[in-house]
């Protein structure tokens, strides 16, 4: 019965079937995937240098850690260690979406080079520019996410 269908079957489909539901369309993975075949978050930056110190660090495949669907590059050991203690604590907010294109209900790729850390949060944008126009009310910006973030969570990117 089974004979005539055929199943495609390549390690990037198997991986959409086997991962989170949620990953796809509430953690940013635009940089495709990682070496161990699970989606690749924060452009392999290390989240534990970016969210405590605000700066950008190369992960190293060498410390990959999949979390919630996705991995994350580490720079080193110690911030691999810190990240699977306390997770939460260095991933940025919107699954990693730009912060001022989630307030205008939109799901933007945030690179960690503009990066802003709000009372212990870490938040991306897409570029220097809109970087820019949120310093000039990074409250009001936040609010308007807040409120949009649970609106466009579980929706595509692109259906947006």
């Avoid at 953690?27 to 970016?50: E, F, H, I």
């Avoid at 580490?74 to 919107?94: D, V």
């Avoid at 990693?96 to 209900?105: E, K, T």
Wanted: negative net charge.
């Amino acid at each position: 019965m089974f004979d005539k269908i055929t199943l495609l079957a390549t390690p990037f489909t198997l991986l959409a079937l086997m991962a989170p539901a949620f990953a796809l369309d509430e953690l940013n993975t635009s940089t495709g995937a990682s070496l161990g075949g699970t989606p690749l978050a924060l452009r392999g930056v290390d989240p534990v240098v970016l969210s405590t110190l605000n700066a950008v660090s190369d992960g190293n495949a060498m410390y990959e850690i999949s979390h919630d669907g996705a991995s994350y590059y580490f720079a080193s050991e110690t911030t691999a260690r810190q990240f699977e203690a306390e997770p939460a604590k260095y991933l940025p907010q919107y699954g990693g979406f730009c912060a001022f294109a989630v307030a205008l209900g939109k799901k933007l790729d945030g690179d960690p080079q503009y990066a802003d850390i709000v009372e212990g949060k870490l938040y991306l944008f897409v570029n220097a520019t809109v970087f820019a126009k949120y310093k000039e009310n990074p409250a009001e910006t936040l609010r308007l996410a807040e409120e949009k973030w649970p609106l466009i969570k579980h929706q595509a990117a692109d259906s947006l």
